[in-house]
């Protein structure tokens, strides 16, 4: 009965466990700096109807999770996070776990369309999730967590999934990534102050380390991501080291 009521509690966004996925494939996510070639591509392209059925399925028929505790509890002090569910996520293609606490914060930005409402920062995360799996064949999303410019926190492979965002990084990272490019001018003080707020977040939860680092995408790999204004902002946080 308890893994019933949990199932239901999940279903309608309300349980502690978050993430209501369970999976057994020990395959991992493919780096984003490169391909794993031990990954077995898809055996066809995706349709969209097929993503959208996918996607009913996955807020149709959630399944418990048994491991940590992926989503905040009310009063806990952490953002409101927006559930896979809630944005319409599918199901990842397999999971490898990613062990609390990591040592580490890498900031990105998707260099993609910014947005400033939950229904238009939802259909972007849709739209990278299908070209992390679709394009770029990976299992799921790279980024464990995306912030919209209305502050909105988006789950994307969660606390406790290992992301596709930082090569040799992967495994020992948190990947926090804002929507929008933001090369020139920085993100919004909403989307700022729910980045560092999900920070103190992991910390307060157990999966971050109270000594973490935090880092631009720039400084573990080539590349001039998180873009040149938002890299100025986070040179000043706390933890931050190049």
């Known amino acids: 009965m308890r893994v019933v009521w949990l199932s239901l509690l999940c279903a309608v966004g309300l349980s ?3 993430s209501c996925w369970i999976f057994t494939d020990s395959k991992g996510v493919p780096d984003a700096e490169a391909t794993d070639p031990s990954l077995d591509p898809p055996a066809g392209a995706v349709t969209a109807s097929g993503r959208e059925s996918h996607r009913r399925e996955a807020r149709e028929k959630p399944f418990l999770f048994p491991g940590a505790v992926d989503s905040p509890l009310e009063g806990s002090g952490c953002p409101t996070i927006i559930s896979r569910a809630q944005w319409g996520a599918r199901p990842p293609n ?7 606490p990591v ?3 890498i900031i990105h930005h998707t260099d993609g369309n910014p947005c400033a409402s939950q229904a238009a920062c939802s259909q972007e995360v849709r739209r990278i999730q299908d070209d992390h799996m679709d394009k770029k064949g990976w299992a799921d999303i790279g980024y464990n967590f995306l912030i919209g410019e209305d502050g909105g926190v ?3 492979c969660g606390w406790s999934t290992r992301g596709s965002h930082a090569g040799e990084y992967n495994p020992t990272s948190l990947g926090l990534s804002f929507l929008g490019s933001f090369s020139e001018t920085a993100p919004s003080a909403a989307a700022l102050n729910a980045a560092r707020s999900l920070v ?6 157990g999966f971050l380390s109270r000594s973490y680092t935090l880092k631009g995408h720039r400084n573990v790999n080539p590349t001039s991501c998180p873009g040149n ?3 100025r902002v986070i040179t000043q946080w706390p933890g931050f080291k190049a």
């Open 103 to 105: 040592p580490h914060v």
């Open 154 to 156: 988006y789950e994307g």
């Open 16 to 18: 502690e466990f978050g």
């Open 229 to 231: 204004a938002l890299y």
């Open 200 to 205: 103190q977040c992991a910390v307060s939860r």
């Open 94 to 100: 397999n999971k490898v776990s990613l062990v609390p």
